[in-house]
């Protein structure tokens, strides 16, 4: 038997639905991270707050709670976020340019002003203030 490279065992992984879930996981986790730095709180503000124990919460920093998307929206307005679902190509070279096409035409909304990301000032994150969770 021939020993496999890291990527070919990286990508047997990716074709199991059990590498999926744990990447949206560790995606909301990272995400939700993110925002709870931002808002200030502790952990055990935190778990006040959402009426659990701090315990619950560390689980939630480690990616290894069971998260429902009930759980993932409390937690995401807990740190004046929303959850955003959303369902992406699993081969996006053919419909890249669709969705390019399609978004080009929405503006969105940075630091107040209308515009897209390539017009937007440096220095001023992307990212908007949104966990996200995304299903590929």
Same mark, same amino acid.
């Given at each position: 038997?021939?020993?496999?490279?890291?990527?070919?065992?990286?990508?047997?992984?990716?074709?199991?639905?059990?590498?999926?879930?744990?990447?949206?996981?560790?995606?909301?986790? @990272?995400?939700? /991270?993110?925002?709870?730095?931002? =808002?200030?709180?502790?952990? @055990?503000? &935190?778990?006040?707050?959402? /009426?659990?124990?701090?315990?619950?919460? /560390?689980? @939630?920093?480690?990616?290894?709670?069971?998260?429902?998307?009930?759980?993932?929206?409390?937690?995401?307005? =807990?740190?004046?976020? /929303? &959850?955003?679902?959303?369902?992406?190509? *699993?081969? $996006?070279?053919? =419909?890249?340019?669709?969705?390019?096409?399609?978004? =080009?035409?929405? $503006?969105?909304?940075?630091?107040?002003?209308?515009?897209?990301?390539?017009? *937007?000032?440096?220095?001023?994150?992307?990212?908007?203030?949104? @966990?996200?969770?995304?299903?590929?």
């Amino acid at each position: 038997m021939a020993i496999k490279s890291f990527k070919q065992l990286l990508a047997d992984a990716k074709q199991t639905d059990a590498f999926w879930f744990e990447k949206a996981k560790l995606d909301f986790s @990272v995400a939700f /991270n993110k925002m709870f730095a931002r =808002s200030g709180m502790t952990q @055990v503000e &935190l778990a006040k707050k959402l /009426n659990t124990s701090p315990a619950y919460i /560390n689980k @939630v920093f480690k990616a290894d709670a069971n998260f429902t998307i009930e759980t993932m929206t409390k937690l995401a307005r =807990s740190v004046d976020g /929303n &959850l955003q679902i959303f369902i992406i190509p *699993q081969h $996006p070279a053919a =419909s890249q340019l669709q969705l390019t096409a399609k978004a =080009s035409r929405q $503006p969105q909304i940075y630091n107040g002003k209308a515009g897209h990301p390539q017009n *937007q000032p440096s220095g001023i994150s992307s990212i908007p203030s949104t @966990v996200t969770a995304a299903a590929c």
